[in-house]
């Protein structure tokens, strides 16, 4: 396993913050209330339409007991023709959390994220028309996750797990499999002194054939060691589903996930 290296500044979002001056005119009011809002929301969204629309459900616990791995999963089932998904916490030091493409998936996602502090979030999904759908809600926290160094770094041998993954695939009657994963990396922020950022950026999950099932494009804010539950819609008689991944300072992994007799 090669030994990581410092990786280059990886988000370009807090800039985007600083430099995105005005607000746009069109951008609609947030009913969380969120002072960040009127300039997170062209950073992220650009000048595509933005809505905000109950038909996205956000999970989050309203009081946060760990600001390391706050539980989140968005659903966006209930719109037609999802392409793509974004997570945001808007007063973490990096408000975009993680992209989702569900290219044969269920607009669905779940994982776990740091928290700085007591902020709104969100998670959006663009239906085919371009339009962003916005839904979202307020957690508490006590906060300090995002600037709290890697537990794997205590670990002299950490190097020799990176990558590692535990994965398996539930099929469901409806042709569609349950998908939970996790990846062993220590998604750090780059938030302590002389520790630069280093965390996975792609993901993407494959049929038998080859055929991309979902990508998951994750940022800092993930936790450590990710978590992801989303929902494949692999072909007929899919026996396993195959993972691949990289992250930002280019260490690439993969694993076959086999598919279970039932779900539990």
Not at 41 to 56: L, M, Q, S, T, Y
Not at 140 to 158: E, F, K, L, Q
Not at 209 to 236: K, M, N, Y
Request: aromatic share 6%.
């Amino acid at each position: 396993m090669p030994t990581p290296r410092p990786a280059p500044p990886a988000s370009a979002i807090a800039a985007l913050l600083v430099i995105a001056g005005p607000a746009l005119a069109d951008v609609p009011a947030d009913p969380l209330g969120s002072v960040m809002w009127e300039v997170l929301a062209p950073a992220v969204f650009g000048d595509a339409p933005v809505v905000f629309d109950e038909r996205v459900t956000v999970l989050a616990p309203a009081d946060v007991e760990n600001a390391l791995a706050m539980p989140l999963a968005v659903d966006a089932t209930a719109l037609p023709d999802v392409r793509e998904m974004v997570l945001v916490a808007d007063l973490n030091p990096f408000p975009v959390v993680l992209r989702f493409e569900p290219l044969a998936a269920r607009a669905f996602i779940a994982t776990r994220i740091k928290v700085e502090q007591a902020t709104a979030v969100r998670g959006a999904a663009r239906t085919a028309d371009g339009v962003w759908h916005v839904n979202g809600r307020l957690v508490d926290a006590a906060g300090g996750g995002c600037a709290a160094p890697p537990r794997a770094y205590a670990a002299g041998d950490w190097t020799r797990h990176l990558g590692e993954v535990q994965a398996r695939a539930w099929p469901a009657a409806d042709g569609s499999a349950r998908l939970k994963l996790r990846v062993r990396h220590p998604m750090d922020t780059g938030l302590s002194a002389g520790i630069p950022a280093y965390f996975i950026d792609r993901l993407t999950v494959a049929g038998e054939d080859g055929r991309p099932l979902a990508r998951i494009h994750p940022l800092e804010p993930v936790s450590e060691d990710p978590v992801f539950t989303l929902v494949a819609l692999p072909a007929p008689g899919t026996r396993a589903l195959a993972l691949t991944g990289r992250d930002n300072n280019g260490i690439e992994f993969a694993a076959t996930i086999p598919m279970t007799e039932a779900a539990p």
